[in-house]
């Protein structure tokens, strides 16, 4: 069951292998002058997984996602664009419930006339049982089934069509429940919360995405 917990967040942690390699260099026994030379190749490999930082105060570049505010348990996700208002959707990412990522949501809403008020997506790890999809259950109430649409090296994405009722229960309540299930391990189910605190400010600020 560790194993599966771990599977979204690993590529972050191959991510950081070369810096902590370099770490572990810089602390050895000084070396001699040719083994001190630089090597451009191995240099430049270890400088792109490194950020030389900016400006904090730098306005975000055209089409680049950036963090707008984080309004209780959610962050307004926007991508930066030439209007006068980015479009932005609402984000968390859910842990094992010892601080190791392992799925996150994001939420948005949909014009008016259809079935579905919001739409949402939600990544789990790779290692999810797909036929036995996920569900979601508000403060203990009844859950609702959804099915996986598709996986990339990423993880597999659930796409969810929210009704006015269930965006009045993520309202109203306290935390939903998704339960995903492991393929190494059907016969389990992991359970991961979603805070709904600052759910009903972080919704009224949602663009709605034209679909």
């Given at each position: 069951m560790s194993k599966f917990l771990k599977a979204l967040p690993i590529c972050a942690a191959l991510a950081?292998?070369?810096p902590q390699a370099l770490f572990a260099q810089t602390t050895a026994t000084k070396p001699t002058t040719e083994q001190a030379t630089p090597d451009a190749g191995n240099a430049a490999k270890i400088e792109e997984?490194?950020?030389l930082g900016e400006d904090a105060d730098k306005d975000p570049e055209l089409g680049k996602p950036y963090t707008k505010e984080v309004i209780g348990a959610w962050e307004m996700r926007c991508i930066?664009?030439?209007?006068?208002?980015?479009?932005?959707?609402?984000?968390q990412l859910l842990d094992d419930g010892q601080g190791a990522p392992v799925a996150e949501v994001s939420l948005f809403?949909?014009?008016?006339?259809?079935?579905?008020?919001?739409?949402?997506?939600?990544?789990v790890p790779l290692e999810t049982s797909l036929p036995q999809q996920l569900t979601i259950?508000?403060?203990?109430g009844k859950a609702r089934r959804y099915p996986y649409a598709f996986c990339n090296p990423v993880g597999c994405y659930a796409r969810?069509?929210?009704t006015p009722a269930d965006v009045a229960a993520f309202k109203r309540g306290?935390?939903?429940?998704?339960?995903i299930i492991p393929a190494i391990a059907p016969d389990q189910q992991v359970k991961l919360t979603v805070s709904l605190s600052g759910f009903t400010a972080s919704y009224d600020k949602v663009s709605v995405i034209e679909q």
């Amino acid at each position: 069951m560790s194993k599966f917990l771990k599977a979204l967040p690993i590529c972050a942690a191959l991510a950081l292998s070369v810096p902590q390699a370099l770490f572990a260099q810089t602390t050895a026994t000084k070396p001699t002058t040719e083994q001190a030379t630089p090597d451009a190749g191995n240099a430049a490999k270890i400088e792109e997984q490194l950020s030389l930082g900016e400006d904090a105060d730098k306005d975000p570049e055209l089409g680049k996602p950036y963090t707008k505010e984080v309004i209780g348990a959610w962050e307004m996700r926007c991508i930066k664009t030439e209007e006068e208002v980015d479009p932005c959707q609402m984000y968390q990412l859910l842990d094992d419930g010892q601080g190791a990522p392992v799925a996150e949501v994001s939420l948005f809403r949909l014009p008016e006339g259809g079935k579905a008020e919001a739409g949402a997506t939600i990544v789990v790890p790779l290692e999810t049982s797909l036929p036995q999809q996920l569900t979601i259950a508000v403060d203990g109430g009844k859950a609702r089934r959804y099915p996986y649409a598709f996986c990339n090296p990423v993880g597999c994405y659930a796409r969810l069509g929210l009704t006015p009722a269930d965006v009045a229960a993520f309202k109203r309540g306290n935390e939903a429940v998704i339960t995903i299930i492991p393929a190494i391990a059907p016969d389990q189910q992991v359970k991961l919360t979603v805070s709904l605190s600052g759910f009903t400010a972080s919704y009224d600020k949602v663009s709605v995405i034209e679909q």
